[in-house]
């Protein structure tokens, strides 16, 4: 019985050794989970055959091994593409031998195909919709089974946006005197003949730059102030309408009285389209002080490629163009089991579905118990290296204790052989 209950406790302990030299090869392995091992005693029977008080064990037995999945320490990296998650969740691959896995490791790169991928080659899921024609993708207003999907960096750049919309946010000055439209009209290069001027960049449908300035006159300044309002285009005076573009006025609060918008048709370029551009001009005032511009916005853009990515928190993939235009390109999904300890490891830190971890659960960061994404960062194995190694000489211990017990058991089954 001695003999059984050490070669019990002696492949216990062996099992419990390899758990360990496991855990501990794999503690600088990037989202790593380590390994404890869970142990159980065994009985053969009772002394009397039956159920008794007396009962002699067989020695103990590895009852499971289980990993532990709580958070490893999040270190920086020099790879925008690199992902930590901060709390639940795993990131889902499509492997390349078929199937979906799960991985606590968020190193990616992109392949020649432009997919994100892992060190290995498998492709991160995500959500993403793609443009049948021209093969554009970009971010789903909302995540459905229908956009999930192996997420790719576009290899193409945006094309040329036509300016439509001009956004004028400034103050007038309230200071400054009229000018007789009858006496003095209005003259591009003589900064006597109006009371303020301001210009921005414009885009035609081509994607070419152009300029468009805006010359402010003050024509009265009782009960409603007002102001004429005058463009011109590519500082070419002949541009230049005969009439006001339009006409603000202002109440005594210094606030306009509407309307407050124009359009402005002309064409831009003999090769490009001709362009119908609304400027909105109600968010200008006229109080004291000098005239002063906020902001001029405008949404044309000349053509532009990748020049960078960025991943927020909850997952967004957001290409930065080199014309400026930044746009959300895709989200990373994250997936949940019921029971992490139910999921099947594989190798490569990639663990996938049993019938015990309950089915895949797929959602965006951070949306109900999925954690966040750290960009730019990893998470290290959790492995506690100074614990391990703790564990290691007790084990060792162990396991020489009971290979003492068969030693001791040997000799005496040596010294019975050899008595006449």
């Given at each position: 019985?001695a003999?059984?209950?050490?070669?019990?406790?002696?492949?216990s302990?062996?099992?419990?050794?390899?758990?360990?030299?496991?855990?501990?090869?794999?503690?600088?392995t990037?989202?790593?989970?380590?390994?404890g091992?869970?142990f159980?005693?065994?009985?053969?029977?009772?002394?009397t055959?039956?159920?008794?008080?007396?009962?002699i064990g067989?020695?103990?037995?590895?009852?499971?091994?289980?990993?532990?999945?709580?958070?490893?320490?999040?270190?920086?990296?020099?790879?925008?593409l690199?992902?930590?998650?901060?709390?639940?969740?795993?990131?889902?691959?499509?492997?390349?031998?078929?199937?979906?896995?799960?991985?606590?490791?968020?190193?990616?790169?992109?392949?020649?195909?432009?997919?994100?991928?892992?060190?290995?080659?498998?492709?991160?899921?995500?959500?993403?919709v793609?443009?049948p024609?021209?093969g554009?993708?970009?971010?789903p207003?909302?995540?459905?089974a229908?956009?999930f999907?192996?997420?790719v960096?576009?290899?193409?750049?945006?094309?040329?946006?036509?300016?439509?919309e001009?956004g004028?946010?400034?103050?007038?000055?309230?200071d400054?005197?009229?000018?007789?439209?009858?006496?003095?009209?209005?003259?591009p290069?003589?900064?006597?003949?109006?009371?303020?001027?301001?210009?921005l960049?414009?885009f035609d449908s081509?994607?070419?730059?152009h300029?468009?300035?805006?010359?402010?006159?003050?024509?009265?300044?009782?009960?409603?102030?007002?102001?004429?309002v005058y463009?011109?285009?590519?500082?070419?005076t002949?541009?230049?309408?005969a009439?006001?573009?339009?006409?603000?006025?202002?109440?005594?609060?210094?606030?306009?009285?509407?309307?407050?918008?124009f359009v402005?048709?002309?064409?831009?370029?003999?090769?490009a389209?001709?362009?119908?551009?609304?400027?909105?001009?109600?968010?200008?005032t006229?109080?004291?002080?000098k005239?002063?511009?906020?902001?001029?916005?405008?949404?044309?853009?000349?053509?532009?490629?990748?020049a960078?990515?960025?991943?927020?928190?909850?997952?967004?993939?957001?290409?930065r163009?080199t014309?400026?235009?930044?746009?959300?390109?895709?989200?990373?999904?994250?997936?949940?089991?019921?029971?992490?300890?139910?999921?099947?490891p594989?190798?490569n830190?990639?663990?996938?579905?049993?019938?015990?971890?309950g089915?895949f659960?797929?959602?965006?960061?951070?949306?109900?118990?999925?954690?966040?994404?750290?960009?730019?960062?990893?998470?290290e194995?959790?492995?506690?290296?100074?614990?391990?190694?703790?564990?290691m000489?007790?084990q060792?211990?162990?396991?020489?204790?009971n290979?003492?017990?068969?030693?001791?058991?040997?000799?005496?089954?040596?010294?019975?052989v050899?008595?006449?």
């Amino acid at each position: 019985m001695a003999f059984q209950q050490g070669l019990s406790g002696l492949n216990s302990s062996s099992k419990a050794l390899d758990v360990i030299s496991n855990n501990v090869a794999n503690a600088s392995t990037v989202g790593f989970k380590n390994s404890g091992t869970v142990f159980a005693d065994a009985y053969a029977s009772s002394l009397t055959g039956a159920v008794s008080k007396v009962q002699i064990g067989i020695g103990s037995a590895v009852q499971a091994v289980r990993q532990s999945f709580t958070q490893g320490n999040i270190t920086t990296t020099s790879n925008p593409l690199d992902m930590a998650i901060n709390g639940n969740g795993f990131f889902e691959v499509e492997l390349q031998s078929g199937g979906f896995a799960l991985t606590r490791n968020g190193q990616f790169n992109i392949d020649k195909q432009g997919y994100i991928v892992t060190p290995l080659g498998d492709r991160l899921m995500g959500y993403q919709v793609e443009d049948p024609i021209s093969g554009d993708v970009r971010a789903p207003a909302t995540v459905t089974a229908d956009s999930f999907r192996t997420m790719v960096i576009p290899s193409t750049g945006v094309g040329a946006a036509a300016t439509t919309e001009v956004g004028l946010s400034l103050n007038l000055s309230a200071d400054v005197e009229t000018i007789d439209g009858a006496t003095t009209p209005l003259d591009p290069n003589d900064p006597e003949t109006y009371s303020y001027s301001t210009a921005l960049k414009i885009f035609d449908s081509l994607g070419k730059e152009h300029s468009l300035s805006l010359y402010f006159v003050r024509r009265t300044d009782v009960v409603n102030s007002t102001w004429d309002v005058y463009t011109v285009l590519d500082n070419d005076t002949a541009t230049l309408p005969a009439t006001p573009n339009a006409t603000l006025n202002f109440d005594g609060l210094g606030k306009l009285v509407p309307p407050s918008d124009f359009v402005l048709t002309s064409n831009l370029g003999p090769d490009a389209d001709p362009s119908v551009i609304n400027v909105d001009m109600s968010m200008i005032t006229q109080f004291g002080g000098k005239s002063t511009p906020r902001e001029l916005t405008q949404n044309g853009s000349a053509p532009g490629e990748i020049a960078g990515l960025s991943i927020s928190r909850n997952g967004t993939i957001q290409a930065r163009y080199t014309n400026g235009i930044t746009k959300d390109i895709g989200i990373v999904n994250l997936t949940t089991v019921r029971n992490n300890n139910g999921l099947s490891p594989i190798g490569n830190n990639y663990w996938v579905e049993t019938p015990e971890s309950g089915g895949f659960a797929r959602g965006e960061p951070g949306n109900g118990l999925n954690g966040v994404i750290s960009a730019g960062q990893v998470e290290e194995s959790n492995v506690d290296l100074t614990q391990e190694l703790v564990q290691m000489i007790i084990q060792q211990r162990n396991y020489q204790a009971n290979a003492q017990s068969i030693r001791t058991q040997d000799q005496i089954l040596q010294t019975l052989v050899n008595l006449r």
